[in-house]
C-alpha cells in the first residue's frame, strides 16, 4: 500500500463548477499536510498548507481529518487556469522529509 | 527573495561526461534538497541536506554526488550517467520549523544521451 493514496483522476470539469480532491495516508505519525499544484514541465508549487482545523484561501479550502488520516482539497467556481496536477503530500517533520502522492490531474474546460 | 534557483535550466550530456546541477536560495533556509521526477510520476526524494551536512540519501546511486558548500548553495555532481537518468532534476528548500514547507526550483531538465 501507497504511503500517500490520490484519486487517480483525471478529473474534466466545466468551467465554474466545484471539484473536490481527496487523499489518504497511512502513517499516523505524519506531522505536516499540504497541497501542491504543478504545472505541465514545470516545479510544484505549494497551494496551501493544511489544518485540523481546516483552512481557505479564496475558492481554495482544504480539510484534515487525522482520525481516518484523510486529507481533501474543495476547489470552488473552477478557472482554466486552475487545470493542472494536483499532489497531495505528507511531511515527517523529525525526517525533514515529505511523501508525495502519485497526484490528480485536473482539467476545466471552457 | 522567496525563490529557489537553478542551473542550467536544460543539459545534455553523454554517459562519459562530468557535468555539475547547481541551486541556490537566500531565504534563510536550513534544509535543501534534491528530487529527481519523470514524466507523469511524483518527485522522488534522492538527498537531504540540514544545517549543511547530508541526513537522507535515498539509496541513491554513486554516480550522484551531492554537495552543500554553504547554506545557500547545493550542487549536484553527475558523471556516468545513464539514459534512464534522464529526467527532471527538481532542488527545494525549507525553513525546518514545525510546518515545514518546501519550496522547489524550476528544475533542471537532464537528458542522457
Known amino acids: 500500500r501507497k504511503e500517500v493514496e490520490q484519486d487517480p483522476g483525471p478529473f474534466n470539469v466545466p468551467e465554474g463548477a466545484t471539484v473536490a480532491f481527496n487523499c489518504t495516508y497511512s502513517n499516523s505519525a505524519s506531522q505536516s499536510f499540504f497541497w501542491y499544484r504543478q504545472d505541465c514541465r514545470k516545479e510544484p508549487k505549494l497551494l496551501m498548507s493544511v489544518y485540523s482545523s481546516g483552512n481557505e484561501d479564496g475558492r481554495f479550502t482544504a480539510q484534515l481529518n487525522r482520525a481516518s488520516q484523510y486529507i481533501s482539497l474543495l476547489i470552488r467556481d473552477s478557472k482554466l487556469s486552475d487545470s493542472a496536477t494536483y499532489l497531495c503530500v505528507v511531511g515527517y517533520s523529525s525526517a525533514s522529509k515529505i511523501i508525495f502522492g502519485s497526484g490528480t490531474r485536473l482539467s476545466i474546460r471552457p | 527573495d522567496t525563490e529557489v534557483t537553478q542551473t542550467p535550466k536544460h543539459l545534455v550530456m553523454g554517459m562519459t561526461n562530468k557535468k555539475s546541477l547547481k541551486c541556490e536560495q537566500h531565504m534563510g533556509h536550513r534544509a535543501m534538497y534534491w528530487y529527481k521526477q519523470k514524466a507523469k510520476k511524483p518527485p522522488e526524494l534522492m538527498f537531504v541536506?540540514?544545517?549543511?551536512?547530508?541526513?537522507i540519501n535515498e539509496s541513491v546511486p554513486s554516480r550522484f554526488s551531492p554537495e552543500c558548500p554553504n547554506s545557500s548553495l547545493l550542487n549536484l555532481h553527475l558523471h556516468a550517467l545513464q539514459p534512464e537518468d534522464s529526467a527532471l532534476y527538481l532542488c527545494?528548500?525549507?525553513?525546518?520549523?514545525?510546518?515545514?514547507?518546501?519550496?522547489f526550483g524550476p528544475g533542471t531538465r537532464l537528458t542522457v544521451l
Open positions: 527545494a528548500s525549507s525553513p525546518l520549523t514545525a510546518n515545514n514547507e518546501q519550496f
Open positions: 541536506y540540514s544545517y549543511e551536512k547530508l541526513s
